[in-house]
């Protein structure tokens, strides 16, 4: 969905380096999310947060840390990498005030860890 | 915490034909389950959701049945199409954050 996106798409790292990975939205929505995909795994939640003060760990954080800048930005930090966190990392967003509170997600970082 | 099953890993029909996608999952709290949609190099989309006070829920070729008694519920896509070829997540979620537990995934390929 063009209105979540995500930066870099793709990105090759060595063991040991700090790395950012950047998400922006433009649906105005409250809550975003970070998960990661690995083959065969489906979609592991990392980090969740409900508004800009509110952050809460998924059932996959260690290693990972965020930052919610404003509404709008949610970034995912790799304190320092290493191999077994090579995967494809998604953000994703969601309207509290919605009925369904549908997941919206972004097209996805590739992350490669030598 | 919930679990969810997704079977099969990979599923191959008949352009025309039916699919039948089916999960299971563990916790009776669980209210809210969606599937998505996932196009190779993109992120996954919804493609319908059913909540648990329905039994069936239609959208054209789509249809979600829950039986929440036995804890499964399961997608049947209709007069299958090649573009209907993609990776299939079902999930399952409650409470207010809608915390989702996604299944493994189906790569479901329509052969022409």
């Known amino acids: 969905d063009a209105d979540v996106t995500q930066t870099p798409r793709n990105r090759i790292t060595k063991t040991g380096k700090r790395i950012m990975l950047e998400c922006s939205q433009t649906k105005g929505h409250d809550r975003m999310y970070w998960y990661r995909q690995d083959p065969g795994l489906g979609l592991q939640l990392i980090y969740y947060?409900?508004?800009?003060?509110?952050?809460n760990k998924g059932e996959i954080s260690d290693g990972y840390s965020v930052s919610r800048q404003a509404q709008a930005k949610f970034s995912l930090s790799l304190e320092s990498a290493i191999p077994n966190q090579t995967a494809l990392y998604f953000c994703?967003?969601?309207?509290?005030?919605?009925?369904?509170?549908?997941?919206?997600f972004g097209p996805g970082t590739r992350l490669l860890v030598l | 915490g919930e679990n969810v099953e997704q079977h099969p890993s990979t599923l191959s029909v008949q352009e025309g034909d039916s699919a039948v996608i089916k999960c299971t999952y563990s916790?009776?709290?669980?209210?809210?389950f969606p599937w998505y949609k996932q196009e190779l190099g993109k992120g996954p989309q919804l493609i319908i959701d059913i909540r648990s006070n329905v039994g069936e829920k239609k959208d054209q070729r789509i249809a979600v049945t829950l039986n929440k008694t036995a804890k499964h519920f399961s997608l049947h896509i209709t007069e299958t199409q090649p573009e209907d070829s993609a990776v299939y997540f079902c999930?399952?979620?409650?409470?207010?954050?809608?915390?989702?537990?996604f299944g493994s995934g189906t790569q479901l390929t329509v052969l022409p």
């Open positions: 994703a967003t969601s309207d509290a005030g919605s009925p369904g509170e549908t997941q919206y």
């Open positions: 999930a399952a979620g409650w409470g207010s954050a809608r915390q989702l537990t």
């Open positions: 947060s409900f508004d800009v003060k509110d952050i």
């Open positions: 916790d009776s709290a669980s209210n809210y």
